[in-house]
Structures are given as structure tokens and as C-alpha cells.
């Protein structure tokens, strides 16, 4: 006997030739009848069944009945060990009961009495009869009813919860966990969904006053926006919670009161703007503070709030506390991480005649400040120095290698008028003995004006991604000479360099591996890319150019940070 999963229909011509004939018996049945084998596979269906459920023989026969038809009032799959038939099934034994759902073929539910019984089919082996019919007078189908009219059960309860924790952990962006939440809870739980945040200041701001509209989620941004202060001492269902008091099941006549405050005030305006009859509100607490409150009204729904929906909401805000808390404490540490490596990189000079932008991206990471850096100064002589480089690893210790290993280079170049291959070689010795980075690349070159306008180019490379430039009219070409081994392998003293002469508005780019390194792809793929993108963006502004070449050529599952310092030579004179 071929086993079947899932949806998967039976094979084997035998067993529909085995259905056709028994579906003479079940015809002469007086009700919709199909039947199974051991397996809970449909062998055999009469008329009766097709016309209740809309569905061909074809579509039935050699499915899995549990899986294809058996449905909760909303219309949802019913797990098998919730499955009311199971216990007949697996003892072989007569049951019947109501209140089981049918899914037709034409996407409703339908209700069912039924009644299930042991049926020998011969050389099929064992098989069960199921009889049915339409819980509602008639063959005729009930739509699916509004699930927000209906209570949970304990084991729904359960499920929401799950879902929650689910759903808002796998986030670490608060907006987003805020509009996950709201989608959770609305219409299941309530009308509408408003949510109160305290910000860092202490301060309240009403983020979210969401609506259920005909299944559609609607935002009120007109009762949106900044809150007045949260009193000490008021009593009033809000104050307490944003003060992670309590939580409150509440109504109208509560804010009708004379207010004791401006968040009374505001209470009080949002019941007659919403029309909310009943509502409960519960703190969202965080691990140190309370982040806010989250309330549920029901206008339209005429059942008030009792206290076990009070004791759910409460499960609900406990575990968006927590996950409002970790994406909090990530965006933080994000900024930080951001902020410090921008602190950490230099503001270019002002030249005369060159244009020169730069762009940094951290980590997708939070946690991982990297040690991508780019730098450009004026020297004693005159020229401009320009750098690029990445230290290994993605931590604060990156960062910190990284601004020494920059600053030891910046002291070199402006202290000695020796050719970059000689600036690097003793940048690499010093950061031998002197850093803890063990290994470190980079681009050092200078740029020099020539008397006829021109602009000169000489560098050495220590084991970075090459230099490309791009001409105005979009040829490009590689810097691959003046190659040489990383930093950190063992000082060298033969490092070379290379000179070239940069044509006039051509466009010279510096970049770390993050703009062309992508997993499951080869560097070749990653520089062709960067060539065609810079090619066709030669004639941009630069600033437009840096921009629009970070958008298209930074692959979308890049973890690292990328940094890219880009010069524009000017026009021929």
C-alpha cells in the first residue's frame, strides 16, 4: 500500500476502481458518507458528500480526509491529536458528535454532525465509514463567522501566546515588533489596538491607535503624537501603568470624571473618538523600566472585558516587554557602534581643483564595529595622501587597531617625504611591535599636480582590493600594480610602488571588501560588477556617484561594514 503525506493523492488505478464500486453502497446511503482506509486516505464518496462539500470525487478520492477537510470554525487546520474522530479511528470503535467543521471546495467551512464506524472493505484491509450532514438546516453553507465575536478557547489561548513570542522575537527592529503586535491582537482580542511608548526622555508618545475596519487595519494618525507628562500619584487606568502600576479593565465613565491630569484629558478624547465601550490596558514592561502601554478597546463587539481576557493581555505585554527591550538595546548599541567608528574617521581636506567624497556603512551587525577606515590629508609638500584600509576582525578591538594603525600611517607620511612603499613598510613594522592587530590591509598613494594640470598618481598596495578608475567616458581599468602581502606577515623591506596619471575627470575609487564580497560568489563576480555599475555612473556628480554605487553594488547579503573614499580629477585646462 503506498503511504501518502501530506495532500498527496494516492496512486494506483486499483484503489479508484475499488472506489467507483463502492460508491453504488454509499449512495444508497441517506446522508453524505465517505469512506477510509486505515490510513485515513478516501477510498470511496457518494453524491450526497460531493454536492455538501462541493467537491468532485476527483478532488477526494486518495486524500488524506483529516488533512483536507478538517477545519475549526475559523477555518484553520485542526491538529490531529485535537481531532474529535481520532479516538474512534485509532480504537476502531462507533462515535459521533457536532460541532466539527468541513472546509468546501469553495474556500468557506461548513458545520457537521457526524457519526464514524468501523466498515470492512475487503482486500482494501480495514476502513472506517464516516456519515455526515450539515449541522444547519439544509445543505446550504454558513460562512465563516467573525472570529472577533467568538472567545478563545484555553488551547487558543495558548497558540496567541506562542504566536506572540514567536513573532515579536524574531525582530530586533522596534517599529516593526510594534506592528506585529498590533496585528496579533486586532481583531482577535479587540476593535483597537493603542499603544503609548516612553522614550529615553521619559517622555509618552502614542505610536500606534490602530482600527479594525471590515478585516483591514486601519492607523488614526490624527490621534497619534506626543502625551502630556505621567502624573506620581493619579489613579487613573493609564497613569498606573505607564508607571508599571497595574494593569486596569476600564470604560468611558472612568474619564468622564474630572480629569487629575493632561493623560486624563487625552484618555478621555480618545473614548469619544473611538466609541470604545470596554477596554484594558496593561503595562509593557521591559527588564529595568516600563516601556509603555498597551491598550484594547472594543467598540463595535458588544461583550465588555472580563478579567481572564485582562490575565492574557497581560502574558501578551509581558512578552513584548521583552522583545521591545531587546530591539531597544539593539538599536542602541547599534548607534553607538555607528557613532564611535564615525567619530573614529577623519573630514577631508579642501582641495583646489580635485573633488573628493567619502561614504562609510557599518555592519548589518550591531555588535560588530568594524575596522574598515578610509583617510585623506594635505602633506607638508603639498600633495595629498590618500588611504584606505581594513583591519581584521569585527569588534571594539578592530576599531581601536584601526585608528592606530591610520594614525601611525598619517604620522609616517607627513613626517617623511619617502614613496608609499616606504611609508608602508615602516607602518607594518611599527604595527608589528607596537598595535595588537595582527593582520591589516591598505592602500597608500600620493597625489601630485602637475605643471600642465594633470594630476599624478603613486601607491603601494598591501594585500587590498585594487584601486579602479573610471574615465569620463566610462572606460575602466584595474590599479594592479605595486601589489604586495598584507600587513601584519612579517615586515618586508621590497615593497613597490606604482605611478599612473590620472586623466582629466576621471574618477579614482578606493573601497574595502564589503562593496564587492559576497558568500556563494567569487571576488572576479563581485569586481566585475563594481566595474560595470562605476561605468555606467561616470558622468554623475560624485557625490551621486558614491551614493548610487554603494546602492547597487553592495551585496544585499553583505555582513560586513564597507568603507569607500572616491576622487574626481578636473576638468583639462
Known amino acids: 500500500m503506498t503511504e501518502l503525506k501530506g495532500g498527496d493523492a494516492v496512486d494506483g488505478p486499483w484503489r479508484r476502481t475499488a472506489g467507483e464500486s463502492l460508491r453504488g453502497a454509499l449512495d444508497a446511503l441517506g446522508t453524505a458518507a465517505y469512506l477510509v482506509d486505515e490510513q485515513g486516505h478516501i477510498l470511496a464518496v457518494n453524491s450526497r458528500a460531493e454536492h455538501l462539500l462541493l467537491r468532485p470525487s476527483g478532488e477526494l478520492l486518495g486524500r488524506d480526509a483529516h488533512d483536507l477537510l478538517h477545519r475549526n470554525r475559523r477555518g484553520e487546520p485542526v491538529p490531529r491529536a485535537q481531532c474529535g474522530m481520532r479516538p474512534a479511528f485509532l480504537g476502531r470503535q462507533t462515535a459521533q458528535a457536532g460541532d466539527v467543521w ?22 482494501l484491509g480495514p476502513g472506517m465509514l464516516v456519515l455526515f450532514h450539515a449541522a444547519a438546516d439544509g445543505d446550504a453553507p454558513r460562512n465563516q463567522p467573525d472570529p472577533t465575536t467568538e472567545p478563545l478557547s484555553e488551547l487558543e489561548r495558548l497558540a496567541l501566546l506562542a504566536e506572540t513570542t514567536t513573532q515579536l522575537t524574531s525582530t530586533l527592529d522596534v517599529d516593526e515588533a510594534l506592528r506585529r503586535l498590533v496585528r496579533l491582537v486586532v481583531p482577535r482580542l479587540a476593535d483597537w489596538a493603542v499603544i503609548d511608548q516612553v522614550t529615553d526622555r521619559d517622555e509618552v508618545w502614542r505610536t500606534t491607535v490602530v482600527h479594525a475596519e471590515n478585516g483591514v487595519l486601519v492607523h488614526r494618525e490624527d490621534l497619534q503624537g506626543p502625551m502630556p507628562p505621567v502624573p506620581e500619584e493619579s489613579p487613573m487606568p493609564l497613569s498606573r501603568a505607564l508607571r508599571g502600576v497595574a494593569s486596569t479593565l476600564t470604560g468611558p465613565e472612568t474619564y468622564r470624571r474630572a480629569p487629575d491630569s493632561g493623560l486624563a484629558v487625552a484618555q478621555r478624547q480618545l473614548f469619544e473618538a473611538t466609541g470604545m465601550h470596554s477596554a484594558a490596558i496593561a503595562p509593557i514592561r521591559g527588564l529595568r523600566e516600563v516601556l509603555g502601554a498597551l491598550t484594547l478597546g472594543r467598540s463595535e463587539r458588544p461583550e465588555v472585558f472580563i478579567p481572564a481576557d485582562l490575565a492574557l493581555l497581560e502574558d501578551i505585554t509581558r512578552r513584548a516587554g521583552l522583545a521591545l527591550d531587546n530591539a531597544r538595546l539593539y538599536q ?22 580635485l573633488e573628493m567624497t567619502a561614504r562609510y556603512l557599518p555592519s548589518p551587525d550591531a555588535s560588530q564595529v568594524g575596522g574598515d577606515w578610509y583617510d585623506a590629508f594635505t602633506l607638508a609638500d603639498g600633495n595629498t595622501a590618500l588611504a584606505i584600509g581594513d583591519v581584521v576582525g569585527h569588534d571594539l578591538d578592530a576599531a581601536a587597531g584601526m585608528a592606530q594603525v591610520r594614525n601611525m600611517l598619517r604620522a609616517y607620511a607627513w613626517s617623511q617625504t619617502e614613496p608609499p612603499s616606504r611609508i608602508v613598510e615602516w607602518l607594518d613594522e611599527a604595527m608589528t611591535r607596537l598595535t595588537d592587530v595582527s593582520m591589516a590591509t591598505t592602500v597608500f598613494a600620493r597625489a601630485t599636480p ?20 573610471v574615465t569620463r567616458e566610462g572606460l575602466t581599468e584595474y590599479l594592479t600594480d605595486g601589489h604586495g602581502p598584507l600587513l601584519g606577515i612579517g615586515p618586508l623591506r621590497h615593497r613597490s610602488d606604482a605611478t599612473a596619471v590620472l586623466p582629466p575627470e576621471s574618477t579614482l575609487l578606493l573601497y574595502t571588501d564589503g562593496l564587492i564580497e559576497s558568500p556563494g560568489h567569487s571576488l572576479d563576480e563581485g569586481l566585475d560588477r563594481l566595474r560595470r555599475h562605476a561605468a555606467a555612473l561616470a558622468r554623475r556628480s560624485l557625490e551621486s556617484f558614491a551614493d548610487q554605487l554603494l546602492e547597487r553594488t553592495r551585496p544585499a547579503d553583505n555582513d560586513d561594514d564597507v568603507a569607500v573614499l572616491a576622487l574626481r580629477t578636473p576638468p583639462a585646462p
Open 102 to 123: 468541513f472546509a468546501r471546495g469553495d474556500g468557506f467551512v461548513v458545520p457537521v454532525w457526524w457519526l464514524v464506524t468501523p466498515y470492512d472493505i475487503g482486500d
Open 332 to 353: 542602541r548599541q547599534r548607534k553607538v557602534a555607528e557613532t564611535m567608528q564615525r567619530h573614529l574617521l577623519p573630514q577631508l581636506p579642501r582641495l583646489t581643483g
Open 450 to 469: 602637475g605643471d600642465d594640470g594633470r594630476w599624478t598618481l603613486s601607491w603601494t598596495n598591501a594585500g587590498h582590493p585594487p584601486p579602479l578608475l
